[in-house]
């Protein structure tokens, strides 16, 4: 192997389309300068100007007195065939910002407003199927608002989004129980689960310095 050689793309060639996703052949050179192709898909939805076609929220319900929560969504997923556990997330619309369509999203699924927090990177979706990407915004929704008492389930009769309040400290083994019971999970939102388990029995194996 040379390993001073970098993989290039050669060319991409259109295979079939429909409203929403568009099927491509994709050769390209390995690291050893060797043709190969590759079958990718492509969302037909992201506007010419814009670096991603989705957001991701992850979004902090927190209340005064009361445990933090994170806000999940249950969806029917029809390429799934089943119905899955995942943070709110949705499409870019045009000229739409990631923190105004993060905000839009949460707003139409939960009928909660919040405030970001932070606005992660330009992350891939799919790397092995899709060129897809998205970006994570984290939001944190004041539960003592008024407005943000009371989840507000999206039964438009499309695309029915029930919302979920989930106990942060409780999340892994919730993500656990909804697996059991049959429920596809969202790959990210259970790594989300994982680092946070982690991070929290890191801190907890941290011997503490005293002084003698």
Known sequence: MNNNVSCRFVKEEHISSGDWLSLARI?????NGTPRVWEGATRLTRTDNAKIDAVGVIAFYKRLLHYDCII???QYRP????YSIEMPAGLVQENESPDESALRELKEITGFTGKIKKIGPILAM???????????????VNGDDVDNLNL????NGVRF?????IPVSELLEKLSAYASAGFIIDSRIDAFAI???MGNQNRKNKIPTTLL
């Open 161 to 165: 989004k029930e919302p979920l309040l």
């Open 152 to 155: 507000k389930i999206n039964g």
């Open 195 to 197: 680092g946070l388990v």
């Open 126 to 140: 799919d790397p092995g199927a899709s060129n897809c990407s998205m970006r994570l915004v984290t939001v944190e």
């Open 79 to 82: 390429a799934l065939k089943a």
């Open 72 to 74: 999940l969504v249950k």
């Open 27 to 31: 050769t390209y050179l390995d690291q």
